[in-house]
T-cell receptor
Framework: NAGVTQTPKFQVLKTGQSMTLQCAQD?????MSWYRQDPGMGLRLIHY???????DQGEVPNGYNVSRSTTEDFPLRLLSAAPSQTSVYFC?????????????FGEGSWLTVV | GDSVTQMEGPVTLSEEAFLTINCTYT??????LFWYVQYPGEGLQLLLK?????DKGSNKGFEATYRKETTSFHLEKGSVQVSDSAVYFC????????????FGTGTRLTIIP
């Protein structure tokens, strides 16, 4: 059971380049989401999905695009990278039960935009 | 909107000391509350959670009690170890079935032998 897998772990981009951060989970969770982590700001929600074919914006969606064609995959696309997008990105998946939400995070993707 | 306020870090303690990391929250409904831990170079791991008032979450010697009257969820451990050195995040999720988390800014904890 791999849990939540993110790739790549490290990436350096030039301003204006585009790229996709991959996220896959093998737990059959309906909910998936992307966060970014910046110093002194905790984690902030970028986009999330409540199931295949459904996505919605979080707190900081500008400059990012997502899609959810399968339950397992939730890629995050940077359309035209900017230095302000230098951050650590975390993908998460979760399920709900009578005991509340249980949310699992990937190991993170360190992105530097120069 | 929802918010989580955490104790400012960094926090440095000696091994076997008592730990408290304060966390208070603002929410419109009845949130679930979480503590996550991030070890160096790793992702976030769920440490403990509580889903309703007066619930106590516990794991690995850490405890936190959901206090609705003070809107708090303070993290405690009676005797810390060097291996507890990490960044600790308090977070809330507003509703059952709502996967969106609101995080505090994190508290870096360093334990010295």
């Amino acid at each position: 059971n791999a849990g939540v897998t993110q790739t790549p772990k490290f990436q350096v981009l030039k301003t204006g380049q585009s790229m996709t951060l991959q996220c896959a989970q093998d737990m059959n969770h309906e909910y998936m989401s992307w966060y970014r982590q910046d110093p002194g700001m905790g984690l902030r929600l970028i986009h999330y999905s409540v199931g295949a074919g459904i996505t919605d914006q979080g707190e900081v969606p500008n400059g990012y695009n997502v899609s959810r064609s399968t339950t397992e995959d939730f890629p995050l696309r940077l359309l035209s990278a900017a230095p302000s997008q230098t951050s650590v990105y975390f993908c998460a998946s979760s399920y709900s039960s009578d005991l509340g939400n249980t949310i699992y995070f990937g190991e993170g993707s360190w992105l530097t935009v120069v | 909107g929802d918010s989580v306020t955490q104790m400012e870090g960094p926090v440095t303690l000696s091994e076997e000391a008592f730990l408290t990391i304060n966390c208070t929250y603002t929410a419109t409904g009845y949130p679930s509350l979480f503590w996550y831990v991030q070890y160096p170079g790793e992702g976030l791991q769920l440490l403990l959670k509580a889903t309703k008032a007066d619930d106590k979450g516990s794991n690995k010697g850490f405890e936190a009690t959901y206090r609705k009257e003070t809107t708090s969820f303070h993290l405690e451990k009676g005797s810390v170890q060097v291996s507890d050195s990490a960044v600790y995040f308090c977070a809330l999720s507003e509703d059952f079935g709502n996967e969106k988390l609101t995080f505090g800014t994190g508290t870096r904890l360093t334990i010295i032998p």
